[in-house]
């Protein structure tokens, strides 16, 4: 069973920059669609960034549109989400998840598929963003 553990997270100001890493173990994830998701306090986790299997395909919510970029490295079983711009509202734990699909993995089923069926989930890393 793939175990995901996310890194990076830290408080920044805003403006600032921040590059979140999320390695795999235990099982590799080239086949697998990865993501991000943020859970704010007092919010609900929601989708931030995802990338499909090959690597060509991503997506963002609008929020993340033009300031944040995932990409991924499968020789490391590694993805990121580099962050730039940060802005308060940015404020929140950052969760890496992992689906896997037949027929190939794409970021669209992290959104489609409810969360609690998606295949692999880490515990999160803090990001603050505050002057």
């Known amino acids: 069973q793939v175990q995901l553990v996310e890194s990076g997270g830290r408080s920044v100001q805003p403006g600032g920059s921040l590059r979140l890493s999320c390695a795999a173990s235990?099982?590799?994830?080239?086949?697998?669609?990865l993501g991000w998701f943020r859970q704010a306090p007092g919010k609900d986790r929601v989708f931030a960034a995802g990338i499909s299997w090959s690597g060509i395909s991503t997506g963002y919510s609008d929020s993340a549109k033009g300031r944040f970029t995932i990409s991924r490295d499968n020789a490391k079983n590694t993805v990121y989400l580099q962050m730039n711009n940060l802005k308060p509202e940015d404020t929140a734990v950052y969760y890496c998840?992992?689906?896997?699909?037949?027929?190939?993995?794409?970021?669209?089923?992290?959104?489609?598929?409810?969360?609690?069926?998606?295949?692999?989930w880490g515990l999160g890393t803090l990001v603050t963003v505050s002057s």
């Open positions: 998840a992992a689906v896997w699909s037949v027929g190939g993995s794409s970021w669209t089923d992290l959104v489609h598929r409810s969360q609690d069926a998606l295949d692999a």
């Open positions: 235990g099982s590799t994830v080239s086949s697998a669609a």
